[in-house]
Each structure stands twice: as structure tokens, then as C-alpha cells.
């Protein structure tokens, strides 16, 4: 096809190059996650791509991580505002993970690759991970209690990695000088290098097939494709102005003072509008979450309630205001902290579903576990001598929904998360996991239950390591809908000097001695509809595969709900 010809994108045409941009991007995940040294990118999978247009608006990205995609469009931004495209050259690779200026937190990196085309920059590679490591007063770069960013780690402002093609070697120094396991660092930098470079071959091989110009015009009228059927979508929703509030625990350094997060949802005009006044001042503690994980956070839970045939783009941004007031947790000044901000982001999902929840009820279910449980250990390996760290982040249950239980222990919202294997941390940890099982009773009871949260015990084979611990959920449960029940506390236990388990706060930092044991429960699901409309049949089918025990039968659905012929009767 002749390079300048632009053919005619009709419907049938504009969804296939839709679904080839998406496999690019799936392209793209797949080489960091096969290419990716650390356990939480290969085995976990917290790690994202996407692609954008050559004006560095979102086009497509695979089924990932759905609280990097925001994050990259507006790190994206703030890279192209220090490095204008006029100024950028093939082979040139941006880095950044600053959480004021469009990122999250810092160990998630993001790389940006601009593709050309005959000279011309046609589109930009993205990728983000969630590094083991970037420095910082602990491993993994998580201290829980955290007063200011500068504790968290090495901070990264727009800057290219690679120029033309060459590594920026005084970058690349500096970088390895502040990581406590450079190797591993390293190894998914280069992950992510090769995946963008995968990115920019398959985004040529659609320039051959389709034309420059036709590829270029078929990624606008993608977003506009996706803004269009957002707003038929909206239209569709009761106007009106629906408010939501919720807690978290903590923030990790005033333990007595819960965190408050509040929202007005206005729907009006064709539009959505999220009002966070009345969300509690931003805290000491690292809980505080970057503007850009607001927005990032709203575009899920939009998504969440559209048609499925709306392409999640930069067309869906445009139909949606955000309003975060100065100074509050969810737009803190500079320096404040945010390193467990993912704490926060599962709030604000609640926050902003439990709004949506009200305008458009016959979409949302019941509030699921809401806290990726993040737990990190760094030290010594006595096996090789060399310095280790640990690090993951699981969820628990899944909330019911109108037509089914919730799953259990599995990523809710927007971590999306794998759980590591067992296998996997012993082979290459100091680390014995001595437990790992589903939570009985821990779901919440309904018409629809809640699915189990999990629990997960370790112990440290280490002489000496920093623990720190990122949890929610043990003072506020995740919420039944429509008179569902509540779903379960999570809880963490620590072993002491005398053998026997002791609670400690939901965000925890100390340290683990050889032997000693650390134990995590994650919460289960909250339980939606009337408990009295679940049928005799699915309680026994609880009852026999463990996950409700007959106690919690009897109270929650009744003394005569489960009687004790129809369980002989069941064998």
C-alpha cells in the first residue's frame, strides 16, 4: 500500500486495527513479563504497557494492572513537556517515576519509547513495572512509616535512559548507586527497553500494512470512536447527584486517626463529575495518593459500569471532571509520602463504585476485600551472603454480585495482581511459607456471599530482616450491599520471644529474627441481597466444602436454614 494513502476506516476495517493495536500491546506484555528478572513482575505480574498516539494520548493497552494505565498517560505528559516531541530522536528512551509530576509511587518506573516513521513520531511505546527496589530508609522502598518522599527512594524526574539509540551511562550509574539489588533492577530495565522496542516493530508492521497516515488517523478516530459511545453510554444513566463515604485504618504513623475519603458523583449534561471535598487533609504517613491516582483510579470505576464494547482509551477521559481539593489525602503537597498509596487507590475505588453504585445499581455488586496487602522483608541471604528483597501484595475476597458469589482470594480492583507461588519464594528467598489457605467464614454472608480472603504465614530463615507491612481492612469492613453482610477484618499477627502470636497494626515496619513467624489474613468479600433468598441447596454446598462453617450458617441465615437431617442426608 502506498505510504501516504489513507484508506477508508469503515466500521469492520477501524475494529480490526483496533484489535491489532490491543495484541501490539499484548505483544508488549508479554516480552517484559518473559523478559522480567524479579518474582513480582514474572510471577505476580504487576507490570503494564500500552500504546499511545504521536500527541502521547492513550490508544490501547492489554488486560493489566488497571491502576498503571492512568499513570503512564499522565507521566507521559510530563515527560513531553521536559522532552517536546520536536526535540526527540529514534532510539531515544524517557524514564520516570516521580509521583508529583503524573506517577505513582516510586518504585514504579515507567519507560516511554517514541516510534518514528520516515522521520515523522507516529506514536509512543509505554511501560511500566513495579520495581523490587528504588532505595530508600528500607527494602523495597515501602517504609510504612514514611513523614516524607525523600525517605521512600531515588527520585526520577523525566529523563532519557537512552539518546539516540546510547545508554545515558551517568544515569545508569546513579541508579545502580542507589538500589539495594542493582541486578535485579537492571535486568527489568532491560525487560522493559525490549519491550518497547517490540512495540515500535509491530507499530511499523502496521504502518506497512495499513499506511502511516491511515494508522495515524485510525488511533484518532479510535478515541473519538470510544468518546462517542461513553457519552450514549452516560446518557443512559438517571441524573442526579449520589455521595459516598469510607475509611481506611490509619495512615501508618497516627495510628488513632482514621483516613476519610468522600466523593459526590454529579451526573448531569451528558458528563460525570467526581467532587472529592469533604476527603480528610493529606497525613504524615505514606497513605497520601498523587492527583494522577485519582483519575486513574475514576477511569476504572467508569469502565467498571460501561457497555464492554467501549474502548477504554483517551476518548473516555473526556467525558469525565475530577475535582481533588490542595492539601487533601488525595492531593498532597510536595514532599508528602505515598508509597502505600495503593492502600488509598483501593478506597477511592470503593468511594467511587459506592457512588456509582446508587445511579446505576443493576452494575455495581458488593464492596470486595478493598486493600492490595503489600508485605516486603530485605536483609542478608545466608546462602549466598548477598543482600535480598522480598516483595508482594495479595488481595482476599471478591464481593457478591446480583448474579453470583464473589470469587475468592483473588486481586480485586485495580491491582489485578497474580499471587507469587509458594515455590517460587522459597527457591529464592530466606523465606518458608508455612501456610497458605482460604479463610473459612471470612466471606460475608447474603443472597449472594462474599468470596474467602486468604492467610498466609512466614517464616524468616534470615538471621535479621526489616519487615513492613501494608494493610487495610481491620478496623473498617468491606460493606454489604442491599442487605448483604459485611465482609471480614483482616489481621496481622506477629510472632514474639515467647512463641505466641501478638496483633500488630495494619501498617507495620520492624524487623524478624531467625525462626520468627509473621501471619496475614486478608479480608473476605462483603455478601449482597437478603441472606433469608439464598437457597437451602448453596448453603449445604458451603457447608461441605468448608468455606462457611454451621455456625456461622445458623446465625447468619437462620437456626432451621441448614438442619442437621439435610446434612446427614448429604453423607
Given amino acids: 500500500m502506498n505510504q501516504t494513502e489513507k484508506p477508508h476506516f469503515n466500521p469492520l476495517r477501524l475494529e480490526i486495527l483496533s484489535n491489532a493495536l490491543t495484541a501490539a500491546t499484548e505483544e508488549i506484555q508479554m516480552t517484559v513479563l518473559r523478559s522480567a528478572y524479579s518474582q513480582v513482575v514474572k510471577e505476580a505480574q504487576d507490570a503494564s504497557c500500552a500504546i499511545f498516539s504521536g500527541k502521547g494520548e492513550l490508544v490501547a493497552q492489554p488486560v493489566a494492572i488497571p491502576g498503571h494505565l492512568g499513570s503512564m498517560k499522565f507521566m507521559l505528559e510530563e515527560v513531553l513537556k521536559d522532552f517536546p516531541v520536536a526535540t526527540l530522536k529514534q532510539g531515544d528512551v524517557m524514564i520516570s517515576n516521580d509521583p508529583y509530576r503524573g506517577g505513582s509511587h516510586l518504585p514504579d518506573v515507567a519507560l516511554f519509547r517514541p516510534i518514528f516513521h520516515t522521520g515523522r513520531c507516529i506514536a509512543f511505546a509505554g511501560s511500566i513495572i513495579h520495581h523490587t527496589d528504588m532505595g530508600g530508609m528500607v527494602p523495597g522502598s515501602n517504609p510504612v512509616k514514611a513523614t516524607e518522599l525523600y525517605q521512600e527512594g531515588l527520585i526520577l524526574p523525566p529523563s532519557k535512559l537512552v539518546e539516540a539509540g546510547k545508554d545515558n551511562e551517568t544515569l545508569v550509574r546513579l541508579i545502580r548507586a542507589n538500589v539495594r539489588v542493582p541486578d535485579i533492577v537492571f535486568g527489568d530495565l532491560q525487560a522493559q527497553k525490549a519491550a518497547l522496542f517490540r512495540g515500535e516493530e509491530r507499530i511499523l508492521a502496521l504502518c506497512e500494512r495499513f499506511g502511516v497516515d491511515g494508522l495515524v488517523e485510525a488511533m484518532e478516530m479510535l478515541i473519538e470512536h470510544s468518546e462517542t459511545k461513553t457519552r450514549e453510554a452516560i446518557a443512559k444513566i438517571k441524573e442526579g447527584s449520589f455521595e459516598f463515604e469510607d475509611h481506611m485504618d490509619h495512615d501508618g504513623v497516627d495510628l488513632d486517626k482514621p483516613v476519610k475519603i468522600k466523593v459526590r458523583l454529579d451526573v448531569t449534561g451528558g458528563r460525570l463529575k467526581f467532587d472529592f471535598t469533604g476527603t480528610d487533609p493529606q497525613v504524615r504517613g505514606p497513605l497520601n495518593a498523587p492527583l494522577s491516582k485519582v483519575w ?63 445511579a446505576v445499581p443493576e452494575r455495581i455488586g458488593a464492596q470486595s476485600c478493598g486493600v492490595p496487602t503489600g508485605i516486603s522483608f530485605g536483609g542478608t541471604d545466608p546462602n549466598s551472603g548477598l543482600g535480598f528483597v522480598f516483595y508482594e501484595s495479595y488481595n482476599g475476597g471478591m464481593g457478591g454480585t446480583q448474579m453470583a458469589d464473589g470469587a475468592d482470594a483473588v486481586s ?122 439464598r437457597t437451602q441447596q448453596q448453603l449445604l454446598d458451603d457447608y461441605l466444602d468448608g468455606r462457611v462453617s454451621l455456625e456461622k450458617i445458623r446465625r447468619d441465615y437462620g437456626a432451621n436454614a441448614l438442619p442437621d437431617s439435610v446434612i446427614a442426608a448429604a453423607g
Fill in 296 to 358: 486513574t483510579t475514576v477511569f476504572y470505576c467508569v469502565r467498571c459500569v460501561l457497555p464492554e464494547d467501549v474502548p477504554f482509551n483517551e476518548g473516555l477521559t473526556r467525558l469525565i471532571d475530577i475535582y481533588v481539593p490542595l492539601g487533601t489525602a488525595l492531593n498532597p503537597r510536595h514532599p508528602a509520602p505515598v508509597n502505600a498509596r495503593s492502600v488509598t487507590v483501593a478506597r477511592i475505588a470503593d468511594t467511587a463504585l459506592g457512588a456509582l453504585a446508587q
Fill in 412 to 533: 480485586t480492583g485495580t491491582s489485578n495482581q497474580m499471587n507469587i507461588p509458594v515455590e517460587s519464594v522459597e527457591i529464592d528467598y530466606p523465606v518458608r511459607v508455612l501456610r497458605y489457605e482460604l479463610v473459612q467464614d471470612s466471606g460475608g454472608s447474603g443472597h449472594f456471599r462474599g468470596g474467602l480472603g486468604l492467610r498466609r504465614e512466614y517464616e524468616m530463615l534470615a538471621e535479621s530482616s526489616t519487615v513492613n507491612i501494608r494493610g487495610d481492612r481491620a478496623i473498617f469492613p468491606p460493606v454489604g450491599s442491599f442487605g448483604g453482610l459485611n465482609g471480614s477484618f483482616s489481621k496481622f499477627m506477629l510472632e514474639d520471644e515467647n512463641g505466641k502470636f501478638q496483633s500488630v497494626p495494619s501498617k507495620f515496619g520492624g524487623y524478624l529474627k531467625r525462626g520468627q513467624h509473621l501471619l496475614i489474613t486478608t479480608p473476605g468479600g462483603a455478601g449482597f441481597g437478603d441472606p433469608k433468598l
